[in-house]
Structure formats: structure tokens, C-alpha cells
């Protein structure tokens, strides 16, 4: 009899993120010369101070289980952390530690959402979101973003979008793709939202939130909404801030009772987050935080010197990133434009292959992160990369010619 694959699987696609990069690697491999401005990862090697406390554990032998929500050390740290930087107060039965912040997402729909619930996205949203919630049963129910607001939901849109069937409204900032973030009114307007309908929880991905470039400090939403901690899931995770995408270590603070059922979901999965990497992700919440200021700076810089070459790019519009690592790029002017061997710019996807087959450049279409038509770059190579990409970018775009 042939293989039958479950129906939950046909439901979704591999990640946008690791189709981009296969192509990339198997173009490398042909011999050809690609830019990839693909892969959302620091490009800085993980500082000395957490790699030697990992080396530390497993000399000391602490390499065997956890209790499956953490380490109690690395969970109290947890907590110190939501206090001092964000001012939320936690006890130890309200935070997981989970095997990345992926896992921390999927674990809470999972535990949430029976068959046909519905999980509001924002667009643009991180590829994930909408097949995340596809595998736990639930329904994505994406809600176009405003260009003209920097690309955050309003609250008007929000409230059009809520059913009775809604049960999470999955908020990302500072924003992957788009880097935007939302000011303490603009959350104090969502939250008078999510107030007025309570079967909503609110599911803050907040991996993003040092690399941010206005120099304030970001106001948390239940700093602006207290009223709404007992249906808020905060997630974050070492992964981005502090250079440690490898050694998969996500957390989350939130309702006793989601969290146990996120951690008796996890004692059936994957059980504790790996040993070593909880040793490392506590010198990292623990220990020395000043090289974060550094490599934002570098981020920065970048970011202003990619603004400033594509600025003078005609048919490209970036939108200014107030944090993340990425641009969104604006292409819409290029729809209707022809390469110069015939081939059409109908969507996104169109000028993306156009950069990959012409430039030499890889990024993203926006169609991946449910906005179009755009593409997203990733900032956190070195400078004469982006230099290069940008380049070879505004050669390939003015090439293309009106029909």
C-alpha cells in the first residue's frame, strides 16, 4: 500500500526561510557567485562568556535531564529578566523554557486551539505563524497591515476581524519582516480591543526586542494593560539578541494554567530544553549585556547604509526599520516592468527570481510573509556584502524596462 500522510501535513508547506536556502546552496554549489541576504541570524559568533560557561557544565558533568519547564536557575533568571527590563512580575509556575522560541509558539497553539479555532496574524507575519496554527487545527485569519501605518494592524482592522471562533491575536515586535514596532498608545488602542472581547488571548513574540534602533526603551503591552496578564503568553528566547540561534533556547511567562499545559504537552515531545544550552542561555540572561549596545550599533550602521544606496534605486521604496535586522523592501513599481530576456514582473516572487537569476542576489518575496508586493533582506551580514547586494540589486532593477 502507498504511504498515506496525515491530512495536517498535506495542510502546510516546508518554511519559506528553508526553500530560499536550499536554492541558494544548491546555486553555490553549480559554481555560481549568489549574495544571500536570506537567513535571519546574527552574524556574530556567540560571546566567549556564554560558550564557557555550556564547556563549564559539561566538565562539572551537568549534562543529564531537567525538570521539562527548565532549570529552576535558568527560570528564575527568567523572571529577574521580565522584572528589571520590562516590569512584569512572574512566579516560577509561570515560565517554560522550551527547545526555541519556535517551540514555545507551537506548544501554546497546540495546547489552545481546537478544530476551527482562529488565530488573528497581522501581515506581514513571520512565515510560521499560519502553518503553526494549521497543524494544531486552528484557522490563520490574517489581517492586512496598513502601509500607510508603517505596516502595524489598527485597531479598527483588529476589531473587524474578531469572530467568536477567535482565540489568540499573535502580536511580533519589533516586527519580522518589516522591523516596526508599536508605541504605548497604539498598544493601549489594541488592548481596549482585546478587552472588550475576552475569549481573545494575546501572544506577544517579542524576540526581537534589544535590537532596536530609536534608543527608548520598549513599553510593554501589559505595562500599558495590565488588566490582560491573565491571558497574555510573553515569549522570547536568547536565539536573536545574544547570537545563539544553534543552541535553540526559547522561553515564555504566562497563566499558570497554560503554561502547565504547555509543559505536560512538552513531557510527551521533546521533555527538557538541552542541559548544556540552559547553562548557556543563563550566562547569557545573567551575565555581561554590554556588547548588545555594540552590535546594535553595527546593525544600524548597516541599516543606514542599505536606506541610503537603494534610496536612489527608481521602483524600490524600503521602509525604514525601527528594530530587527531586515528591510522591507517596497517593489510595487516594478510590476508590469520586463527583464530584457521577456520575462514579466507580475508578483513579488517575479522580482525576487529576477535578483536571483540576474544579480546574483538572494532574498525573500513578501508573499512569504502575507504582504506583496515586497521582499525582505537581512541586514545582519558585513557591511561589504550589503554593499555588493545593494549593487548588484540597482543594476538588475535598472535593467528592467516598461512594456
Avoid at 63 to 88: M, P, S
Wanted: glycine fraction near 6%; proline fraction near 5%; charged fraction near 20%.
Amino acid at each position: 500500500m502507498p504511504l498515506r500522510l496525515a491530512s495536517r501535513i498535506r495542510s502546510i508547506q516546508s518554511s519559506p526561510s528553508s526553500a530560499a536556502v536550499d536554492r541558494m546552496l544548491q546555486a553555490r554549489r553549480a559554481g555560481r557567485d549568489i549574495v544571500s541576504l536570506i537567513v535571519g541570524e546574527p552574524d556574530f559568533d556567540t560571546p566567549t562568556h556564554i560558550r564557557e560557561a555550556a564547556c563549564a557544565a559539561i566538565r562539572a558533568g551537568k549534562t543529564r535531564y531537567t525538570q521539562t519547564a527548565g532549570t529552576e536557575e535558568l527560570r528564575r533568571a527568567v523572571i529577574d529578566k521580565f522584572k528589571r527590563e520590562n516590569g512584569l512580575s512572574y512566579g516560577l509556575d509561570n515560565v517554560i523554557v522550551s527547545s526555541g522560541a519556535k517551540q514555545v509558539l507551537f506548544n501554546a497553539l497546540l495546547a489552545t486551539l481546537d478544530d476551527g479555532d482562529e488565530v488573528l496574524v497581522p501581515a506581514p507575519y513571520w512565515v510560521s505563524y499560519p502553518d503553526m496554527v494549521r497543524v494544531a487545527g486552528g484557522v490563520p485569519v490574517v489581517i492586512p497591515a496598513d502601509p500607510a501605518n508603517g505596516l502595524k494592524v489598527s485597531a479598527h482592522a483588529l476589531e473587524a476581524a474578531i469572530t467568536p471562533r477567535s482565540r489568540w491575536l499573535v502580536l511580533n515586535f519589533p516586527s519580522n519582516p518589516s522591523g516596526t514596532c508599536y508605541c504605548a498608545a497604539e498598544m493601549a488602542q489594541i488592548a481596549a480591543v482585546l478587552e472588550r472581547h475576552p475569549q481573545v488571548m494575546l501572544l506577544t513574540d517579542e524576540v526581537y526586542e534589544h535590537i532596536r534602533y530609536d534608543n527608548t526603551p520598549m513599553i510593554h503591552p501589559l505595562v500599558v494593560a495590565p488588566h490582560l496578564s491573565d491571558r497574555t503568553l510573553v515569549v522570547n528566547g536568547v536565539s536573536k539578541t545574544y547570537a545563539m540561534t544553534g543552541w535553540r533556547i526559547g522561553y515564555a511567562a504566562g497563566p499558570v494554567e497554560l503554561v502547565q499545559a504547555m509543559t505536560t504537552l512538552q513531557s510527551q515531545s521533546t521533555s527538557n530544553a538541552t542541559t548544556v544550552a540552559q547553562a548557556a542561555a543563563l550566562a547569557a540572561l545573567t551575565g555581561p549585556q554590554d556588547f548588545i549596545a555594540h552590535w546594535v550599533c553595527i546593525y544600524r550602521q548597516r541599516r543606514d547604509r542599505v536606506l541610503q544606496l537603494l534610496e536612489g534605486v527608481e521602483g524600490l521604496r524600503c521602509i525604514e526599520p525601527q528594530g530587527a535586522f531586515y528591510i522591507y523592501v517596497d517593489c510595487a513599481k516594478l510590476i508590469g516592468r520586463v527583464s530584457a530576456d521577456g520575462q514579466a514582473m507580475r508578483t513579488d516572487n517575479d522580482v525576487v527570481s529576477h535578483l536571483f537569476d540576474n544579480a546574483g542576489v538572494a532574498v525573500m518575496a513578501g508573499s512569504a510573509f502575507g504582504a506583496s508586493p515586497y521582499f525582505r533582506l537581512s541586514i545582519a551580514v558585513a557591511m561589504e556584502t550589503l554593499e555588493e547586494a545593494c549593487a548588484r540589486m540597482a543594476r538588475a532593477v535598472r535593467s528592467l524596462h516598461v512594456a
